[in-house]
T-cell receptor, first 114, second 113 residues
Framework: NAGVTQTPKFQVLKTGQSMTLQCAQD?????MSWYRQDPGMGLRLIHY???????DQGEVPNGYNVSRSTTEDFPLRLLSAAPSQTSVYFC?????????????FGQGTRLTVV | AQSVTQLGSHVSVSEGALVLLRCNYS??????LFWYVQYPNQGLQLLLK??????LVKGINGFEAEFKKSETSFHLTKPSAHMSDAAEYFC???????????FGKGNQVVVIP
């Protein structure tokens, strides 16, 4: 029972490089989201999706792109990495329609931009 | 928009003592509230959730939380802290009519032997 799987777990990028953080879930959840976690800031929503083909911006979307071609996958793209994007990134999924259901989180990707 | 406030980023508690983490929410509708725990280098794990069925909610690892509408609070407690409770704890509220979660800034709990 994999749940939410994120890859890679760790990544170091140089400023200006691009990369994609992968997220996959096997629970057939419609809703998926990306958060970044910074010390003293809690988790802040970057982008989210309510189903395949539908994405929207969260609280801190600048510098990130997403797409949702399948129910299972929700990759997060950094087009031109900046040191300010050094953070821990979490992907989460949940079922739409029942608001008392919890979100399930991946193990996180720790990204350092130098 | 819904939001939660957690005060005191670092909380130190002696082993065996009461753990109390405070969470106050702001919501224009009856809220769906959650407490998550994050152990070092791990993802977030659900501790408990409030879904309006009962005001006192019991979760995993001996934690519980009480929903108080008059105080707009959902404080987390555990009667006796254990060393394994050292972690970061987040309160979260679901958005009105959607799945978006708004998180508090978190409490880093340190358990002193």
């Amino acid at each position: 029972n994999a749940g939410v799987t994120q890859t890679p777990k760790f990544q170091v990028l140089k400023t200006g490089q691009s990369m994609t953080l992968q997220c996959a879930q096997d629970m057939n959840h419609e809703y998926m989201s990306w958060y970044r976690q910074d010390p003293g800031m809690g988790l802040r929503l970057i982008h989210y999706s309510v189903g395949a083909g539908i994405t929207d911006q969260g609280e801190v979307p600048n510098g990130y792109n997403v797409s949702r071609s399948t129910t299972e996958d929700f990759p997060l793209r950094l087009l031109s990495a900046a040191p300010s994007q050094t953070s821990v990134y979490f992907c989460a999924s949940s079922s739409v329609g029942r608001l008392n259901t919890e979100a399930f989180f991946g193990q996180g990707t720790r990204l350092t931009v130098v | 928009a819904q939001s939660v406030t957690q005060l005191g980023s670092h909380v130190s508690v002696s082993e065996g003592a009461l753990v109390l983490l405070r969470c106050n929410y702001s919501s224009s509708v009856p809220p769906y509230l959650f407490w998550y725990v994050q152990y070092p280098n791990q993802g977030l794990q659900l501790l408990l959730k409030y879904t309006s069925a009962a005001t006192l909610v019991k979760g995993i690892n001996g934690f519980e939380a009480e929903f108080k509408k008059s105080e707009t609070s959902f404080h987390l407690t555990k009667p006796s802290a254990h060393m394994s409770d050292a972690a970061e704890y987040f309160c979260a509220v679901r958005g009105e009519g959607n799945n978006r979660l708004a998180f508090g800034k978190g409490n880093q709990v340190v358990v002193i032997p």
